[in-house]
């Protein structure tokens, strides 16, 4: 329609190609990156607004420490500068590698992490399972409710159930004694110590970790179930080529997030459980740390041990990471 000197031209709807400009007729302007950037941040700066304090925990807490771990190779002493004083090169990684006690807790750190991933990563996807073929929703509630309320018990309150239950007097050995058997100092014997220890983080974990696989069960379509079940597929095969492939790009992102924290197993919780006497299998990396780096002050010793430590874990979240992306399609980038 033509009015005056101008002329109104129809645009397709629904995201269709822009009508193409008559000859004589500048094209039209494409914005660019930087542009259509700063007008989103324009737009929506309130909402940006909310990742300032994120960011600068993040920078502050997180990444200006870093600078810290030039003195895993350079010799520091308090009071002097907090580079440390002279360059010794590999001198303290050759140090905790000859020294077997690092050996001892590094190995101790591998078993516990092992164990930990293994018991406490499949847990809750079974559970999460079993809480989504319940029919009543109110026992549903309940029972998620039960299952993940440990999680925000401090873990101080965690530690001194467990030393409370296991003690000579306590709970299990009550039982045991009311059986007829002898009662067992579980946490002053070395072998015990594991399965304590993975059997609190089961408890204390797994009902929290179903929340998110509950989450990625509600985005499967409905009608996958009733396709099969016309097929004549029952219960358990819903599960293992419905449910399942449905939740696999949530399960993939949470083994990788498990396994780059594969060697950083519980500081505290293993601390306040620890003793002298469970060493050869209670001690870890991050408590060994502790030790030596802050009770000793060996500062310069053991940030050489937390940045190998730290190596290792950014090798194994990149392994992880690629190898999921190449055999399943699913990744944290």
């Not at 309940?142 to 003690?167: C, E, K, R, W």
């Amino acid at each position: 329609m033509a009015q005056g000197t101008g002329t109104v031209e129809a645009v397709p709807v629904g995201g269709g190609a822009p009508p193409p400009h008559r000859s004589g007729e500048s094209p039209p302007q494409v914005l660019h990156g930087r542009r259509s950037w700063r007008q989103a941040l324009r737009k929506d700066w309130r909402l940006y607004t909310f990742l300032v304090l994120p960011v600068l925990f993040f920078v502050i807490f997180k990444y200006l420490p870093m600078a810290g771990n030039i003195i895993a190779f350079r010799r520091f002493r308090p009071g002097s500068s907090v580079f440390g004083d002279e360059w010794v090169g590999f001198y303290y990684f050759e140090m905790f590698i000859q020294n077997q006690q690092f050996w001892t807790v590094f190995w101790n750190t591998v078993i516990l992490g092992l164990l930990t991933l293994a018991i406490c990563f499949p847990l809750p996807i079974v559970l999460a399972l079993m809480l989504n073929e319940l029919r009543s929703r109110r026992f549903k509630k309940i029972v998620q409710t039960i299952s993940y309320l440990p999680h925000f018990m401090s873990i101080v309150i965690v530690a001194g159930l467990v030393l409370q239950i296991t003690s000579v007097p306590g709970t299990v050995n009550q039982i045991v004694t009311a059986f007829g058997g002898d009662a067992v100092a579980f946490m002053q014997q070395p072998d015990w110590f594991r399965t304590i220890y993975v059997s609190s983080e089961v408890w204390q974990t797994v009902g929290w970790g179903t929340i998110l696989y509950l989450a990625a069960l509600t985005t499967i379509d409905d009608q996958l179930y009733e396709a099969s079940r016309i097929d004549g597929a029952n219960r358990w095969q819903q599960t293992w080529h419905i449910t399942l492939p449905g939740i696999r790009p949530t399960m993939m992102v949470l083994l990788i997030l498990n396994i780059g924290s594969f060697m950083a197993v519980g500081f505290e919780k293993v601390l306040l459980l620890q003793n002298p006497l469970i060493y050869s299998t209670g001690d870890v990396i991050s408590t060994y740390l502790y030790r030596v780096g802050i009770q000793s002050a060996q500062f310069s010793y053991g940030t050489a041990i937390g940045l190998f430590e730290a190596l290792i874990g950014l090798v194994l979240v990149l392994t992880a990471n690629f190898a999921s992306r190449r055999l399943v399609g699913a990744s944290l980038w």
